[in-house]
């Protein structure tokens, strides 16, 4: 089988890793799926194709994921929700030198109390994908969203 | 609304009907967001050059900023002359002339209908009536006010102008931040909060709750009741600003109040938290409020101005454009984007604000009849060289009941 | 709606709050599609034999159209006599009764109650009262009446007779595409527009558009300006047709005004577009608006019906009915089913309406005390050799203010 | 609402306006729930220990239901005395105390303010006013009643008693199932249902429908009209039950009549349905209706209570509590757990009824005008030895006339 | 290609099959994904989290799901509606002896007649998968759904 | 691995070109993706079922695609709108001859200007694939979705 398609069958494995870390309240393990001197941003659709710097979520280091992490845990207030990822599409595009360059298209669905499941936000994955000790890992995901509008508060990573 | 109770001059208790009732919501457009008053709508910065234009609100009402080819600012109606269609769909872009898609009527940059398609008609048959006259069906047109690269509008025939608007207090902390240098827009977040508009002003007009909610402002001492802090408003009450100065991580009087204080909370990467002094004066974070739908935020390096968009009652949306200065090095703008990272929908602090304004909703909707209490800091709209106080929301209702007529 | 200001007579402004205030909302139902007027429930090709069941709606009023075993068609409300229910919720389907789930209370194909269970109770308990009479709890029926295989139905009491209703020039504009052929049903499309209802009106009786924003029309010379063209209404001005001839694909004085007309624009697959003539006459286009629900749609060789369905003021459903006639040879129904990409939700035409449609809303929503202009061609009602003109638009509001007393 | 037409005294017909007014609703929150009733809030068994707390409602009013160090239960409005935050996000917890995120005010578990944070001000600053009390400003506190292990709420100042409200033959039936052992709660189900909240005690008061709409029911004989069966109302008509005792799965003439009876209809995991006997009496199906809010649920040996939860005028939430007794050996649990497959969104025979509802608010929506008709086992409200009859239903409304002067 | 990737694929297909059966009105081809004594159970999130033992769907066999399905066919009065299911993230967490343990997230999306299509619910699977004759079936699903309030009637298995 | 589990992977490669082609304004790559002579087609559910020959979206060749994109990006006029595919369940049905049968599941969510996301639409994707030049190629397919109800317009193929 080509190299392609395996290495496709494991960025996806990173992938179902990523959206289980957020989705069923294993926060500590996201960080771990990045690199130390890795880089995070989730940026607005009109924004990334302005070519704007800001970013909605502005992480520079594994320890800023790990920062956000205990902000979750013990200092920002918000009401609990449950959050599920669906990631589809993903897909090699290129390898330069150490590096992989991936994509992939993903929605999130938002579950407050009381309230029924809604469309929370959809966009794409571009990330750099690195192999650290054998195991795949993210030098960098950007989370480009379609929305420019987010629904209340963007509490957890997308 | 009629049936509401209000005691006159009462400025300690708000009624919660206020923020859900639909006859209410009409008013405020019509007699705040499209009264005299002027409602920002945007950066210059977002503009540049000839027919740059950007998608706005004044209140609910959507609008277009675009600027002209002698360099001028114009605001007018997103909304067709002939039949009323939204004509501009793209939120921002570049064009030589406003067309509406439908039939191609076609206005030029300060909204003068310039042509009509087959007005003349074809063969001598059908057109425009002889006496239709261009000029009787231009875009409605907006006044404009623009200082130091900050730009608003106003639906009133003869608006005061802005500084007079302003007021010296507000203009002197507004000429802080905008000190007339070019300004450099680094990006935008937007949330559509499902709570009252009212609801953001009287947050930022709180000093109280920051030094409560925020775990990051009171730990890291950005924003604290035990440091020197001021509230200033206008003579009128409708803007104010929270002025303060940073302190450190450690325990005080005022903390062991603070169940949100936490000695142990560190920063694995400390980059988040770096800032450094760049304005006159002892102040490191002005949380500036505008009526009817400005907030400008100054906090350590992180500068946005907010916009107000309100949609029903029961939502508006909060859009924060993020800028620094055209002459900002490297470091500074990478600060800036670090420190991001406590605004917006997911702000370090800001999360805990936009929760807090959906819980409120959320509470007071199902009892229009019970009422918030505005006691702390007594009962009196006033300056105050401290933060404990909810003078400046009791501020804002006088203007509002005035404004209102409620 | 009380305090809203319309001129008596006006018919050059259309006052914005038309579209959304939901008294006049309610009042439309009860008035235009609740009162003497014939709306569209299917064509009788959906229901071909005895049982053969279809949804469908007057206004916003769900009813069920049925053909029982004598052939005859059926219109009753799709609501159950004994306790409201929406007995049909299948979309189509056939049957040999009309049995509501909840209690089994049974109807005949003429909506008569024909079973009640437990009626008589049991042993000597319980069930309806003596005097409890089937005849006094049928469906609720209304007025049916159906030419060359269009059905319609009427709330009214006393309906004028279909024919009177369309008038003679009407009458001959639809018998010219329904001219008794049995039909053939080829599918549907359904899309939900975030508009008002009227604005589908105002769509297609609007001829001026269609010169200007469709590339597809003006630059294949499908319906266009400068060819021969009518526009044609009933006495009332409720109905009226648009009529026109195909041109072709070159410049003319008119194009040089269609900013649309794209000269170097070509298909790579013809078969796109390649009609044949198949109605008598010159005219290669029909588009028929009949008070208050339906649009007959002929372009080339595409033939539709276009249901509205009214979804509150802001919003309504569009369902196209394609069909063609029974005897059609494989070529002419590929050729309808080819063509039928420049209508429906995706049409290379069609798109440019809805989406004019939504736009017209979204402008026109915020400022319900602005209007609409309508003084193309004049500000009369009347025929006219041209396609230059607002006049059916006009003709459409007169008839309106009568009948809604505003 | 006004304008509507409802004959004095008129218990046969039920016009359709009530189920979507929006000024019915509202008056139904203030007269119905937020008048002298009690409403189910939630099982003692969910709050066992000291700082348990449920989030619960009433009507749509949203409260906290939360047990004090002294064992004993209080129901407070969600909603901070301050500004009205709704303070209690989390569905269920434990708590020390009642905690405001927004400025930390801090309850009892009673809902008395016991702390305001920086009340006194800093270094002579800011704080409260010096006659700001404490007690002014506790949490909005309704009466509470429980009795055997289920707790109800009123907001109304002087409610009778729970006993007397019930009244002896309600209390009886109560009892019945709530004998005084301690409960389990075994889970929960929750949908919502997007009908008038009303059609829900409509449904369960009507055993008419469910010999006719439950295949399951008539099939198994769980719930048949051939079987012994009664209605009991209290004296009011507003709470009654339904009375049953299983039968087999044989015809008899009345399945003749049922068009839902299967005999050939099998199992293939019969566990579904091993009923054992587990309450004293010959009765296998209890279904009792308690004004306005709870339904107590005890078919063969599956119980819940079932909450409504008013979701404005066209939707409400039902909420299921199932339980058993702590007392149950595992093979009890077991059948519960099976048996309740039959109720909920997923249930073999609620989502019939939850269908229903859904249907019979979509087909009296568009006719508000229409009534539905109330005639069967006549038209006088008095308990029945049977089940042929609609009379629970005209109990009901005889007294919600009276409760809402309509 | 590793036999923990291998084995992902073929639990793909166990769901999509799934999906396929539900979706695509294939009723009576969904028990026969389960083994004879195979557990079938939909939970709220927050009951789970508890622990507590009810199931909103409990079926303990799979005649009972047989049951089920003939209730569908021949019992159940429900309006009619189209279901379609995303399924995302599938990932082997463990084999125990010859009991593997899966998860993946689901979202159903809900068309009802004259309706848009709306999310219906939105969660993740909980798998006991075994093979029989060198097939793969479930000897568990455990449906966790995120959202504790179903919107109307859940008509069909999650 | 069996050749089945690797013609997924290749199917699946193409569904993500697909979607990349639709959601990320690569208009332009879609129509390659097809054969000279393939067939597009969408089609409501309930007409798809009764068996009637419309389709809101008809193409019977390649350069009818192209025509459609040229349209899109010169002719229509519409509102800016973003699209997000989410592909699920590829499997292979059968092959017969040169062609592979294939199916998928699919949800299309919108995000339209100053708008948050919502569903567009969800179905069901009914394929014929061929191997052209050793690439996987659409003969056919059908666009089946289930709801028969367009919110506003279908601007882009689904
Ligand atoms: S509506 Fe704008 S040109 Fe006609
Ligand atoms: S509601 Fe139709 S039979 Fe009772
Ligand atoms: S609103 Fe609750 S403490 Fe202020
Ligand atoms: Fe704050
Ligand atoms: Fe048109
Ligand atoms: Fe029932």
Chains 1, 5, 6 share one sequence.
């Not at chain 2, 007071?364 to 105050?384: C, F, M, Q």
């Amino acid at each position: 089988m080509s190299e392609r398609l395996l290495l496709r069958l494991e960025l996806e494995e990173l992938n179902a890793a990523y959206a289980a870390a957020l989705d069923e309240d294993a926060l500590e393990q996201w960080p771990e799926l990045f690199v130390a001197d890795a880089t995070y941003r989730i940026v607005p659709r009109d924004d990334f194709e302005r070519g704007l710097p800001l970013a909605v979520m502005h992480c520079e280091s594994r320890a800023m994921l790990e920062d956000r992490v205990a902000a979750l845990r013990r200092a920002s207030v918000y009401a609990p929700r449950a959050l599920r990822h669906l990631i589809s599409g993903v897909r090699m595009q290129r390898i330069d030198g150490a590096v992989i360059h991936a994509a992939a298209s993903y929605a999130v669905l938002q579950t407050l109390p009381e309230e029924l499941t809604t469309v929370f936000s959809a966009g794409r994955y571009l990330d750099e994908v690195v192999r650290e000790d054998g195991v795949l890992k993210f030098r960098s995901r950007i989370v480009v969203f379609d929305s420019v509008l987010v629904p209340g508060s963007l509490v957890y990573p997308l | 609304m009629s049936d509401r109770a209000w005691p006159p001059g009462e400025l300690t208790r708000v009624p919660f009907w206020l923020y859900t009732d639909a006859e209410v919501y009409a008013r405020e457009q019509q007699r705040i967001f499209g009264g005299p008053s002027w409602c920002y709508v945007g950066l210059a910065a977002e503009v540049p050059g000839p027919g740059d234009f950007l998608r706005s609100h004044v209140g609910d009402y959507p609008v277009v900023l675009v600027r002209d080819e002698s360099g001028a600012l114009n605001v007018v109606a997103n909304r067709c002359a002939h039949r009323g269609v939204q004509f501009c769909q793209r939120p921002y872009g570049t064009a030589r002339e406003l067309m509406c898609p439908y039939h191609q009527w076609t206005y030029d940059l300060r909204g003068k209908l310039r042509a009509v398609p087959l007005r003349k008609g074809l063969r001598g048959q059908g057109g425009m009536p002889a006496d239709f006259r261009l000029e009787d069906h231009a875009l409605e047109r907006l006044g404009v006010a623009e200082r130091h690269g900050v730009v608003f509008a106003s639906r009133a025939a003869a608006p005061p102008s802005l500084e007079d608007y302003l007021g010296p207090a507000m203009l002197a902390l507004f000429d802080r931040v905008f000190d007339g240098r070019a300004l450099r827009v680094l990006g935008h977040m937007r949330q559509r909060i499902r709570g009252n508009w009212k609801l953001m002003f009287e947050n930022i007009k709180d000093p109280y709750h920051a030094s409560l909610l925020h775990v990051f402002l009171v730990t890291f001492g950005l924003f604290r009741a035990d440091q020197p802090s001021e509230v200033v408003m206008d003579t009128t009450g409708r803007h104010a600003a929270l002025v303060s100065r940073r302190g450190e991580q450690k325990a005080s009087a005022a903390t062991a109040e603070m169940k949100s204080f936490k000695a142990d909370f560190r920063l694995r990467d400390a980059r988040l938290l770096d800032p450094v002094r760049e304005f006159p004066g002892e102040a490191t974070v002005v949380m500036q409020t505008i009526w009817p739908n400005l907030i400008v935020q100054q906090q350590s390096n992180t500068l946005a101005t907010r916009q107000l968009v309100t949609r029903g009652p029961d939502a508006f949306d909060l859009i924060w454009t993020f800028f620094g200065y055209a002459d900002d090095d490297a470091a500074m703008t990478a600060r800036r984007l670090r420190q991001a990272n406590l605004m917006g929908p997911a702000g370090l602090v800001s999360v805990d604000d936009s929760e807090m304004m959906e819980f409120s909703h959320a509470g007071l909707s199902p009892a229009p009849d019970a009422a918030a209490v505005l006691e702390l800091g007594g009962r009196d709209v006033a300056d105050t060289p401290h933060m404990i106080t909810e003078t400046a929301i009791r501020g804002f209702y006088r203007h509002y009941r005035e404004v209102m007529e409620l």
